[in-house]
């Protein structure tokens, strides 16, 4: 049972535009949601998280958005940047992080 | 910053081998994580461990163990690798405290041959 979903393997953007990845969960228990960013050969790189009583979080170029009653969160980046290619993984967590499969980055200069 | 090192970066081993992956924290924090990254499969939880000498199983536990001895070191043992274990492994560490990001470490690609 895939508790976390990332149904995009891959995304192509233009430098400059909006970037927006899209997360779907199916566990009502996750209280907390985070997006971490990872480059081949490289750790994932905790990006932004929401708590579930929030609707809403920004941190620079990253925002995340959450709708709990659609158990979906989405992740733009305004605006996109060819550094920001990467795989990008969404997580829900309650007492232990579950993660989504990731969807590939690709911003085009 | 959060330090997490992983022991090695690639590492060959053969079929049958009782292989250690080894990781350390220097952020003193409580909660240490194994996870394997394959294609198209993400990031699986293999153990979690929220103390010394704690451990619990995450999603895939089968044909691993963990040691965690000290609080900033955690350890993961195939006891006897076989191929369908080469893949990523991907430590991470948070503290306690509800609502913590996890930092990650940079990875050991293992291969079993």
């Known amino acids: 049972d895939q508790q976390v979903k990332q149904n995009s393997p891959s995304l192509s953007v233009q430098e400059g535009r909006i970037s927006i990845l899209n997360c779907d969960y199916t566990?009502?228990?996750?209280?907390?949601f985070l997006w971490y960013k990872k480059y081949p050969a490289e750790g994932p790189t905790f990006l932004i998280s929401?708590?579930?009583?929030?609707d809403k979080n920004e941190d620079g170029r990253f925002t995340v958005f959450l709708n709990k009653s659609a158990k979906h969160l989405s992740l733009h980046i305004v605006p996109s940047q060819p550094g920001d290619s990467a795989v990008y993984f969404c997580?829900?967590?309650?007492?232990?992080?579950?993660f989504g499969k990731g969807t590939l980055l690709t911003v085009n200069p | 910053d959060v330090k997490v090192t992983q022991s090695s970066r690639y590492l060959v081993k053969r079929t049958g081998e009782k292989v250690f992956l080894e990781c350390v924290q220097d952020?003193?924090?409580?909660?240490m994580f194994w996870y394997r990254q394959d294609p198209g499969l993400g990031l699986r939880l293999i153990y979690f461990?929220?103390?010394?000498?704690?451990?619990e199983k995450g999603d895939i536990p089968e044909g691993y163990s963990v040691s965690r001895e000290k609080k900033e070191r955690f350890s993961l043992i195939l006891e006897s690798a076989s191929t369908n274990q080469t893949s990523m492994y991907l430590c991470?560490?948070?503290?306690?405290?509800?609502?913590?990001?996890?930092?990650f470490g940079d990875g050991t690609r293992l291969s079993i041959l």
């Open positions: 461990s929220y103390d010394v000498k704690m451990k």
């Open positions: 991470a560490s948070s503290f306690v405290t509800e609502n913590q990001p996890q930092h």
């Open positions: 566990n009502s228990m996750f209280d907390y």
């Open positions: 929401i708590s579930s009583i929030k």
């Open positions: 952020m003193d924090h409580e909660n």
């Open positions: 997580g829900g967590s309650n007492y232990k992080l579950t």
